[in-house]
Every structure is written in C-alpha cells, then in structure tokens.
C-alpha cells in the first residue's frame, strides 16, 4: 500500500498568502477602498506598490506561530516594504500608540511560540478561508 502524498508546503504558504492579502484587503480598506502604507504617508497604493509587510518585525526573524498573522501584516508601499527594509521601528512606533503596551508585549511573547509549521499552517489556512 503506498503512502497518500501530503500537499506541498510551499503551496500551503501560497495559497495562505493568498487569503492574508484577501483578508488585508477586506479589513485594512478605507471607506473609499484604498489602502494606504502603515508606515508613511502614501496613499491609495495600487499595483507593485501595494505591498503587504511583516511589520514591526522582518519575515525571516519570524517564525511559523507569526509568518502568516494577521496582527504582523500590514500594507506598504514598495518604498518602505523593500528599500526601507519595512521601516520596523516608525511601525513598531504606530503599533505601540494605536495597540497598547500589552499587544506589543504579547507580540513578542508570540514570537518565542514554536509550532510543526505544515500542520500549523494547513490549520490556519483552513480558518482563514472561513473568515
């Protein structure tokens, strides 16, 4: 009997992706349906220039608990995103002011979490495909 193959991590990771973008788009929205960066004062970003960032904190220092969460990800323009390197300490600056201490706290707590990321992550795209 052979061994039923499990879907591909990394297109787990891109289709989650898909649904944290489609999540933003629904939430981070103005009421005219633009989106402006977390970070600067860019507004209504559009195309190449509407970049969803892992602020305060770079993807890479996250791990799976926080890569894909909703709290971290923010639109930016491609300005801040890519060339500023995500300009975590203005974001983490915002997020303090409109989030309280204890978010922050709780934040960093969250990045010491370690989960098995495969499972975690079908779990979570699972969820968010319901919201």
Request: aromatic share 10%; charged share 30%.
């Amino acid at each position: 009997m052979r061994k039923q193959s499990k879907q591909s991590i990394s297109k787990i990771q891109r289709d989650l992706w898909q649904e944290c973008r489609r999540i933003a788009n629904d939430t981070q929205s103005n009421s005219n349906g633009e989106v402006d960066c977390y970070t600067c004062p860019a507004k209504d970003l559009q195309g190449s220039n509407k970049q969803l960032g892992h602020v305060p904190w770079a993807k890479a220092s996250l791990g799976a608990f926080l890569k894909y969460d909703m709290r971290v990800l923010k639109f930016q323009c491609m300005r801040c995103n890519c060339h500023m390197g995500g300009q975590g300490a203005e974001a983490y600056k915002r997020m303090l002011r409109e989030e309280g201490k204890a978010f922050m706290n709780q934040l960093e707590k969250d990045r010491q979490v370690s989960v098995k990321a495969y499972d975690f992550f079908t779990e979570l795209l699972e969820k968010y495909k319901q919201t």
